[in-house]
């Protein structure tokens, strides 16, 4: 089966409680119908409630895949809907922890292009109603991507997504899930695809190593 869109998901932000204090979240996103528009930074009719965390050019569009939703609710003993993770594409026939930096959706009328998986924040553990559920996302290691919006257009779901791999050498998700050694540290800061947070990470990471 082609890879294809199984639900495009929006949301703005809102503010629950949680633990006690008022919290500013757009994680809890709803599937809609018909086209929408990938520009800028969004989907229409999407926000992020802090974008120096969440959004930007690098976290403009979040996917999540059928597959990994059918493990979650093998592991959770429910079935869960789209946008339940919080994401704006769920997907369906890419393994997203294999895919790399800089491999391209042609999906609709849009280009999108992998930039980075998620790293999970408590704002996840508001919308699962479990503190504790962020550091079980991380373990289980199906993190999602991330997109950049190279192109604008309509997407829709049932569009199909073609993919186009980055060039060689590049860098896949789930590498990054591991405790990264210099060699990877230097792949990181070699690949101007990988977002600019993770290079000055690197950097840093790298300095430490290097100092005496």
């Known amino acids: 089966m082609e890879p294809r869109i199984v639900s495009v998901n929006v949301g703005t932000p809102r503010v629950v409680e949680w633990h006690g204090r008022q919290v500013t979240t757009a994680i809890f996103k709803d599937p809609v ?26 976290k403009s569009i979040y996917a999540y895949a059928a597959a990994d939703y059918d493990w979650w609710a093998s592991q959770l003993g ?16 890419i393994d997203l922890a294999q895919s790399s930096v800089g491999d391209r959706w042609h999906v609709g009328e849009a280009v999108l292009e992998v930039s980075q998986p998620r790293e999970p924040c408590f704002k996840l ?26 192109r604008p257009g309509q997407v829709e779901a ?35 695809r990988v977002p600019r947070g993770w290079r000055h990470f690197a950097a840093r990471a790298l300095a430490r190593v290097d100092s005496p």
Do not use: C, W
């Open 158 to 192: 049932g569009d199909t997504i073609v993919v186009v791999p980055a060039a060689l050498p590049a860098i896949r998700l789930e590498e990054f899930l591991d405790d990264p050694t210099p060699e990877f540290l230097q792949r990181i800061l070699g690949d101007g």
């Open 78 to 93: 429910e079935a869960l809907g789209p946008g339940t993770f919080g994401e704006n594409l769920t997907i369906d026939g």
């Open 33 to 58: 119908e018909g086209p929408v528009l990938a520009s800028d930074v969004n989907l229409s009719g999407d926000d992020q409630a802090d974008r120096r965390v969440h959004g930007g050019p690098d």
């Open 125 to 150: 553990g508001i919308r699962m109603g479990d503190a504790a559920f962020k550091d079980r996302f991380e373990e289980a290691r199906r993190p999602g991507t991330y997109l950049r919006i190279i």
